[in-house]
């Protein structure tokens, strides 16, 4: 790391911490020429995902429109929007593919979303599967309610 002050190539690290959000190390430097001090920050290299929208047109993954589309779902709703952002984040890196379709993050999100609320399961697929009509709507709810009472029976 070169030294932004004299751009000397060497310097030791006096304090390492992560970040309050927990995706990067903060590193607090001494040149070893200087004696300047400064901060770097470590963060773990990631492979852009491209996302294969429903027209064919590609655009790289943004975080910011998942978050915005899942607000509006569980909009006063108990969901904590940016842990579920992060856990599909997170399992889209894991995955370790650099394509994936926005078909397939809605399942992912749905899939999610029926976990942790009925609520906000219902407004996303209704959007997300563009429900034409109120039979369509009524179905969906009719599965998630059989749905609760098979996992409620289980529990017994």
């Given at each position: 790391?070169?030294?932004?002050?004299?751009?000397?190539?060497?310097?030791?690290?006096?304090?390492?911490?992560?970040?309050?959000?927990?995706?990067?190390?903060?590193?607090?430097?001494?040149?070893?020429?200087?004696?300047?001090?400064?901060?770097?920050?470590?963060v773990i290299?990631?492979?852009?995902?491209?996302?294969?929208?429903?027209?064919?047109?590609?655009?790289?993954?943004?975080?910011n429109k998942?978050?915005?589309?899942?607000?509006?779902?569980?909009?006063?709703?108990?969901?904590?929007?940016?842990?579920?952002?992060?856990?599909?984040?997170?399992?889209?890196?894991?995955?370790?593919?650099?394509?994936?379709?926005?078909?397939?993050?809605?399942?992912?999100?749905?899939?999610?979303?029926?976990?942790?609320?009925?609520?906000?399961?219902?407004?996303?697929?209704?959007?997300?599967?563009?429900?034409?009509?109120?039979?369509?709507?009524?179905?969906?709810?009719?599965?998630?309610?059989?749905?609760?009472?098979?996992?409620?029976?289980?529990?017994?």
């Open positions: 790391m070169k030294c932004p002050s004299c751009g000397f190539s060497d310097s030791r690290v006096l304090d390492s911490r992560p970040t309050e959000e927990g995706n990067s190390i903060r590193r607090r430097r001494e040149c070893a020429e200087c004696g300047k001090r400064f901060t770097t920050y470590e290299e990631t492979t852009p995902i491209t996302v294969i929208k429903k027209d064919g047109s590609r655009e790289y993954f943004d975080r998942l978050e915005a589309g899942i607000m509006h779902a569980c909009q006063k709703r108990p969901v904590d929007v940016g842990a579920l952002v992060s856990t599909i984040e997170k399992e889209l890196q894991n995955a370790l593919i650099t394509e994936v379709a926005t078909e397939k993050i809605g399942e992912m999100v749905m899939a999610h979303l029926r976990k942790l609320d009925a609520v906000s399961y219902v407004r996303f697929a209704s959007v997300y599967r563009e429900f034409k009509d109120a039979d369509t709507f009524l179905e969906e709810i009719n599965k998630v309610i059989r749905g609760d009472k098979k996992e409620k029976k289980g529990k017994c």
